[in-house]
């Protein structure tokens, strides 16, 4: 076996937990450095998101009294007039909780990619500044990964959701590839990278909104008690309206996910990280392999002492050519 399989193993036998493990550990090295502009861009979209559906906001509370009436009244009795305004509550309710996801998603998705190429020479060992990596993803082709995953993404959530999944577990990588020096297809690569690990992706952020989901609960126990008194609904009324306070109340209510607004980006990277690593590999693997002629004979036959191959993913020796490795179950597929 060639000098280059210890570091391909290093990096190949890494499951799915200390893909983990590296990310909460990239998560908590630096969180004070990232929290400054992913916590800015948070606070951003919640006093815009605030400022744009208050109308809409107020709309519902008023209309919810005569909704719940409607609710609890026989529906052989109901009339067209109820119907009417049961639509129009469901649509202004839609419309407020889509202006909500779409602002929020847009906002994560640019800061994200301001980030994301710091992040990635940090886990790697480089040397790297915040804000030269800022300057450098400011770039024209952010426009791109502001349509395809902010905007599409969102757009998507009103196709039950099935759109976003698929933008999101096909593509999320291309925010780190689309100012990536040595990409020229950011896309293609993208989505060369989340091939067949759709599922890896999809479990990050599981984990993420999972840890976000419990901390926020716990927090909620014990800050309601003191923070519902203070809810007033009259903040929202045109003529007693007090943008102030509804920011300061929203900001105090998601004090959770402002301080955890890092953790997806890092878990994230070092799944990327490791994807990337993997492919390179393989292909330095794959390159070296097809430039040394050898011979394969098949499961059936008997095996020559001079056949067999090395897994490009795990190192281990095979005496025959198969679909995957039994050793580490990766498929073994040299049509790229």
Known sequence: ??????????FSNKRFSDVISEGFSLFGKNWLTLIVPLGLFFIVSLIIKNLLVVDLEWQVLTMTPAIEAIILKDPSSMTPGDINLMFEYLVITFSSLFLNDFITTI???????????????KFIGN???LIFELKNALNGRMLLVFLLLGVGISVGMILLFIPSIILFGFYIFYIFTYHSDDSEHPIKDARDMARGAFWKIIGIFIINFLIIFVCD???HLIIDNFLTPGY???????????YGAIIVYDLISNIVRFLFTPLFICLLTSLYVYLKMRNEQYLKYKTSYQKTPQSYETPR???????GMYCPFCGKFMKVKIDFCPHCGEKLNFEI
């Open 232 to 242: 007033n609904s009259s903040w929202y009324n045109p003529s007693t309206r007090n």
């Open 107 to 121: 906002f994560n998705v640019v800061a994200m990619c301001l980030v994301s190429n710091y992040l990635y020479n």
């Open 127 to 129: 040397e790297t500044k």
């Open 217 to 219: 609960s716990v927090y």
């Open 301 to 307: 036959n008997k095996i020559t002492s001079g056949s």
């Open 1 to 10: 076996m060639s000098d280059d399989y210890p570091k391909l193993k290093t």
